[in-house]
């Protein structure tokens, strides 16, 4: 029997628009754009269909007709939601949706696998990751959580687990330190945190000019050199 095909992979990050794209609470952008160009991926993209989130050319690609695939070539899809940090989620659910449809619409399944199988294997193999900075964190700390575990006061966060939630997307709970991101596990949603650090104030306003302010170079680079973690989790 042949092997199976890979694992398809939404890898989102969350982030600002500009004037706030290059910004400590931006990180998830920093990684993602970081870790296209380590995985040699093309340039990132617009994609109305997918919320007009830019998009590393998705594999398999969105609007090709249904084919059998057991390429070894990692499935991964790099997005970078287009919304404000906070109110992320509903965008992000929009996206995840629209990908798993279009999964459907094609066939990456096993050769010999009926057709009326071929869009639940591909769908129900699929797995969202989510990539977002992490206060509290040192600097380009790698932390992966259950996408149900504790957003930790992270707004953004909490926004798309409440948008996800339903239809088998958010687990309750979720260990922390998990070290591995695409094996079993029920949901398919996983959260990877970058770290960026800690406000010595804990009043809000503080902590807000904290996060919005423009990295350094040394710490985009520090940040930077997350992606590299990101993508041995993901092999």
């Known amino acids: 029997m042949p092997p199976p095909p890979p694992r398809p992979l939404l890898i989102a990050s969350l982030g600002n628009p500009p004037p706030y794209t290059h910004t400590l609470h931006s990180a998830g952008h920093t990684v993602l754009s970081s870790l296209a160009s380590h995985l040699s991926l093309p340039p ?28 070894t ?24 949706h629209a990908y798993l449809r279009s999964l459907a619409s094609l066939s990456l399944s096993m050769p010999g696998e009926e057709e009326g199988s071929r869009s639940r294997s591909s769908s129900s193999r699929a797995r969202l990751i989510v990539v977002h900075d992490e206060l509290e964190e040192s600097l380009g700390r790698v932390q992966v959580r259950r996408g149900g575990a504790s957003a930790r006061g992270h707004r953004g966060v909490r926004s798309c687990v409440e948008s996800l939630r339903g239809g088998g997307v ?19 949603f996983i959260r990877i945190g970058i770290g960026i650090g800690r406000c010595q104030s804990r009043e809000p306003e503080d902590v807000a000019r904290f996060v919005l302010r423009g990295m350094e170079g040394w710490e985009r680079e520090r940040v930077e050199k997350a992606a590299k973690e990101v993508a041995r989790l993901l092999e």
């Not at 590393?56 to 609007?63: A, E, I, K, R, S």
């Not at 979720?174 to 094996?183: R, Y």
């Open 73 to 96: 070539t990692p499935p991964y899809t790099l997005y970078q939601s287009p919304t404000q940090m906070n109110i992320s989620g509903p965008t992000l659910a929009k996206t995840w």
């Open 44 to 71: 990132f993209t617009r994609s109305r269909l997918l919320s007009n989130g830019l998009v590393t050319p998705p594999f398999p690609p969105l609007g090709s007709k249904p084919t059998t695939t057991t390429t």
């Open 170 to 188: 958010v687990q309750q709970g979720g260990a922390e330190g998990q070290n591995k991101i695409k094996g079993g596990g029920e949901g398919g």
